[in-house]
């Protein structure tokens, strides 16, 4: 585990750098862990961290699929906002552990 | 000293040869992996494989119940190859792959093209085997890009960072 600085505040992350704590993000958190991937969160980006934050607090198994189901964004959708990793890089700005999905 | 680099992969070429169930999905879940990872993907079908970008089939593969030592019963019991002979046990044991494979998420093949396309995966299909059974675009998903020659599939696999996967 490691400590990082983000949106001013000290947070515990994984080597991944994953929040360990979902209950530690804000949407200043997710922006800045968003600029590190070069990406500028919008108004459709956080309706999709929202979506995640509620379906991992649920429980549920998160895929692409699921997300392209959710009325937010259809998977190509997904793909643009998220470039390079539509589930890795959402889950991370969300806050919520790495999905152990394949698909 | 030699000095160890790593080299990330950038790029994977799947072919996919056979049309049972495990064989097709096993080249949709590496392509669909490797787009959400950022990795470029082009699967490559051909022979039998055509099935899984076949239009007409594409929805009705079936897994092997015959001669197939990893099939169990339900419970574990291993699963007698006589049964497997009997008219209706292989669609059955099909539908109850796919039942499974949807409970978790895992698309039909239809909509698992779409995802792999969605993420920039591309879908070709081999010349020598759509010849050999008469198929055209016509006959294929809107997905497959082409029909290629084997020659046309190794030009494209060129590049520091890719592998060619025969599953």
Known sequence: ?103 | MTEVKETPLKKVMIIVAKASIEDVYAGLIMANGAVMEGIEAKLFFTFFGLDAITKKQMNKLHTGVVGNPGMRMPGGLPFPTLLGVIPGVEAGVSAMMKKQMDDLDVPPVDEFLDMIAAGGGEVYACKMAADMFKLTMDDFSEHVKAIITVGDLYAMSGGEGSQIIFT
């Open chain 1, 1 to 103: 585990m490691a400590e990082k600085t983000l949106a001013g505040k000290t947070v515990e992350v994984t080597e991944e750098g994953y929040l360990v704590n979902p209950e530690d993000w804000s949407q200043e958190i997710a922006a800045d862990l968003a600029k590190e991937n070069g990406i500028e969160l919008t108004d459709k980006h956080y309706e999709v961290l929202e979506y995640l934050r509620k379906e991992s607090a649920a429980g549920s198994a998160l895929s692409i699929r699921k997300v392209g189901k959710s009325g937010i964004t259809d998977i190509k959708g997904l793909y643009q906002l998220f470039p390079g990793g539509p589930l890795k890089y959402s889950s991370k700005f969300a806050g919520i552990p790495k999905p152990a999905s394949c698909v």
